[in-house]
């Protein structure tokens, strides 16, 4: 098979033979190539990084609602209610909290919701009572209701008397208008 060599019957054979497996090593060493990227890179992702899963949450309600008053006194509020939220699971003190963000947010319905929901919790929290006259004045409905949460703050907490008695008199103002 040199250069001025013709071909013969058994020269085509060998090369016809080389031929079909230079066609045939090709795929198969592209197989073998991409099998091996791919296993590497599967190992890649799910063996050498590490993961970090939180299967407790390291805070406290406590904390959480400590974390949400200092969200909320720089303005973020959706921060301040997500720690609230957390702080909820465990905490009904934290629905209080929850309303205030939502009262400063504007939405009165929402904030409602939860001055409601931390009274049913706690019956006992002044406070409570006290954010859901003042909301009730705030939106002049249920001014009946809002003067009798009020006086229920006023017997539950006597300390905050001065400030319940505030909801109070401009619940009794907007009624005698």
Known sequence: MGKDKVLDAEDKKKVKSLEFRV???????????????????????????PRIVILDDPLTPEEHINLGVAYEKNGELDDALREYKLA???????????????FRKNDLNEAESAYQKSIDKDPLNADAHNNLAWLYYTKKEKLDEAETLALKAMELNPAKKDLYQDTLDKIRGAKGK
């Open 23 to 49: 066609k045939c090593v090709k795929p198969i060493y592209f197989l073998i190539v991409f099998s091996l990227l791919t296993f590497n890179l599967s190992l890649l992702t799910s063996c050498s990084i």
């Open 88 to 102: 909820a699971k465990s905490l009904p003190m934290a629905y209080l909290y929850i309303g205030n963000v939502y």
